[in-house]
T-cell receptor, first 111, second 111 residues
Framework: SQQGEEDPQALSIQEGENATMNCSYK?????LQWYRQNSGRGLVHLIL?????REKHSGRLRVTLDTSKKSSSLLITASRAADTASYFC???????????FGPGTRLSVLP | DVKVTQSSRYLVKRTGEKVFLECVQD?????MFWYRQDPGLGLRLIYF???????EKGDIPEGYSVSREKKERFSLILESASTNQTSMYLC??????????FGEGSRLTVL
């Protein structure tokens, strides 16, 4: 299976703390993307990192990519209760037209 | 902003019924996707389409068909619904940089 895997499956932290989620995958990729999903809603794109990039920032988000280890991490700094959601990594291949999603990490940020 | 609209947020159908899930996008994107989301399994691709009247099977096409008569509309059809098709269905389109834009999802329950 080409499916990616997020780690941990669930994470509970206090507001203001940092949250780190990891993603591993199995095949060569064009890019890797992180998405957020609030309960019962669609997925929202957060950030895309290309296979030739190692780190990318967007606001309170920091993503790293290690293609030698086939892994990525998403760091959310200074978390807020509104960050409570499920987070998914998606690996893109076949010129970025096909995607494989992991099962997600459920993040709970407690006020 | 890209808008992907799924016609029904919640549906309840009986076994054997024919089910239509409609998806419309307003950004003139070529590619559209139908995913199914189940707990612990992430998103799995059912069908995708690169152009009008064009369709390709994804990872789990059995029991489903699709229709793309117009560029903006991509429909998922369950010819004879079964209880194992109870799930969250997500439609998506893809932008030029390769980011997926999702609708809000259609939660289908088959009794």
């Amino acid at each position: 299976s080409q499916q990616g895997e997020e780690d941990p499956q669930a994470l509970s932290i206090q507001e203001g703390e940092n949250a780190t989620m990891n993603c591993s995958y199995k095949t060569s990729i064009n890019n890797l993307q992180w998405y957020r999903q609030n309960s019962g809603r669609g997925l929202v794109h957060l950030i895309l990192i290309r296979s030739n990039e190692r780190e990318k920032h967007s606001g309170r988000l920091r993503v790293t990519l290690d293609t030698s280890k086939k892994s990525s991490s998403l760091l959310i700094t200074a978390s807020r209760a509104a960050d409570t959601a499920s987070y998914f990594c998606a690996t893109a291949f076949n010129y970025g037209q096909n995607f494989v999603f992991g099962p997600g990490t459920r993040l709970s940020v407690l006020p | 902003d890209v808008k992907v609209t799924q016609s029904s947020r919640y549906l309840v159908k009986r076994t054997g019924e024919k089910v239509f899930l409609e998806c419309v996008q307003d950004m003139d994107h070529e590619n559209m996707f139908w995913y199914r989301q189940d707990p612990g399994l992430g998103l799995r691709l059912i069908y995708f389409s690169y152009d009008v009247k064009m369709k390709e099977k994804g990872d789990i096409p059995e029991g489903y068909s699709v229709s793309r008569e117009k560029k903006e509309r991509f429909s998922l059809i369950l010819e004879s619904a079964s209880t194992n098709q109870t799930s969250m269905y997500l439609c998506a389109t893809i932008s030029s940089p390769g980011e997926l834009f999702f609708g809000e999802g259609s939660r289908l329950t088959v009794l």
